[in-house]
Structures are given as C-alpha cells and as structure tokens.
C-alpha cells in the first residue's frame, strides 16, 4: 500500500530544521508542495523551497516576532513540529550549572515559547498540529545526559498538558519519540562510541525513517492527541528492507 501526503497551501514551522531529522521533514513538507518555515540559528543545508529565519528558540521575545512574521507572510499556520534541542554530556555530579539552565532553556522553554506564540493562532482557525519532540532517554536515562533526559521528560507532560487544554478547538498536539537516528547531534554527543555496536543491538535509524511519522501526526489522518509515537527497535535493521 502507497501513502501519499498533500501539503499545498500548508505552512508548517519546524524548529531546528537546520540539520537532522528536521532537515528532512522540511524537505518532506516541501516536496508534498507545503511550505516549511524553519526556526534554527543556521541556514542549514539551505533546502529549495524551504524558508529559513535565523532565531534563537530559547528568546522568547524572539520567537514571538518570528511567529508574527510568518502569519504576516503567510497568513496562517497549519503544522507546528518543536525539535530543536541540544544534547550536552556530562556525569550529574559534574554537571555544570550554566550548561544545565541552558539545556532547560533551549530544550524546554524553547518548546513552551514556540508553542504560546504558534498554537494561539491555531485556536483561532480552530484547526493545527503541534509535534513535540521527546527521547526514549526520558524514561531510561543515559550515563551523561541527565540535562537532555530530564528536559525531555518535562517535554511529555507539558505536550500531553496543553493537549488538553486545545482539544475544544480542534488542536492537536502530539509527542514523537524517534529513538536513536544517525544525525550530525547525536554523532557529536557520542564520540568515540562504537557506532556499529549500537547498529546491531539498538539500531540507529536515518533521518528519512522518522519523515513519514512525522507527516501522518501533522495530517488530518492523526485523530488522535496527547499521544506518542515510540520507535524502539522498529528500524533495527531498516537496511535489510532497503536492500529488497
């Protein structure tokens, strides 16, 4: 069974959508003739047909002048995807303080800044789809990443919390939990691991994987909200069915 997706004249803004998973699902947009606003502080691989804004998430006053200029472009906003986030490592008793305010500010308060600037216009139209991106790290923990598992873990309950504050208007807000994908932001966090190791037991997944999720929350064929989609070892060894 073939599943297609039809964007035209959608907007959806895609924080972090510089690099990664974001890149993709930009291009993704794009290509289903939608128009992807990405929010990072690069241009990234600089996309066709994907629209850049240079903006700090962690700025509030930033984002909601980022916002007010895409619904001044382009006079709505249907898909709100939050990704950005950064993935600092450091043992908890070594965790320094400035490092772990400024995982909480990008990696949460990034989320609620975007979310009180886009949804409120989404409450309006009385239609929208809010994806909020959060780690399998949140419910296991990761030697070294306790700012980044816990930021993540605040993600869920604040995403399942406005849910139910939007429901009455037709908003849906959702969580997306991609597991373990080869991006430029986990090649970093994880230097010096055996990457191969983790192939064969974990499975490391490519951003392309996480794309189709992604597009089916933001379409009308999600009816559901509050939920999250999990990837566990789903694509283990996606590369045997790429091979077939």
């Not at 598992?149 to 908003?171: D, H, I, Q, W």
Request: aromatic share 6%.
């Amino acid at each position: 069974m073939k599943v297609s997706f039809d964007a035209t004249g959608e907007v959806v803004v895609i924080t972090g959508g510089a690099h990664g998973i974001g890149a993709a699902l930009a291009s993704a947009v794009a290509g289903c003739g939608g128009t992807a606003v990405v929010f990072d502080l690069t241009r990234g691989l600089g996309l066709a047909g994907v629209e850049y804004v240079e903006v700090d998430v962690s700025d509030r006053e930033a984002v909601l002048e980022a916002v007010s200029g895409v619904v001044e472009r382009h006079g709505r906003i249907d898909g709100l995807v939050a990704g950005a986030a950064v993935q600092p490592r450091a043992a908890v008793l070594d965790t320094d303080p400035e490092q772990w305010t400024q995982t909480l500010k990008v990696n949460l308060d990034g989320v609620v800044w975007v979310c009180q600037a886009v949804v409120p216009h989404m409450v309006e139209r009385r239609t929208g789809s809010v994806i909020v991106f959060t780690s399998g790290m949140a419910a296991t923990g990761f030697p070294g990443a306790a700012a980044y598992a816990s930021s993540k873990a605040a993600l869920g309950a604040f995403a399942r919390t406005l849910a139910a504050e939007v429901a009455e208007y037709r908003v849906r807000v959702n969580v997306i939990a991609p597991g373990v994908v080869d991006t430029e932001q986990f090649r970093s966090a994880n230097i010096g691991a055996d990457l191969e190791h983790w192939r064969d037991t974990t499975g490391i997944g490519d951003p392309e994987d996480v794309v189709g999720p992604l597009l089916f929350l933001l379409s009308d064929a999600a009816a559901m909200t509050g939920s999250q989609l999990t990837r566990e070892r789903v694509f283990a060894r996606l590369d045997t069915f790429k091979e077939s």
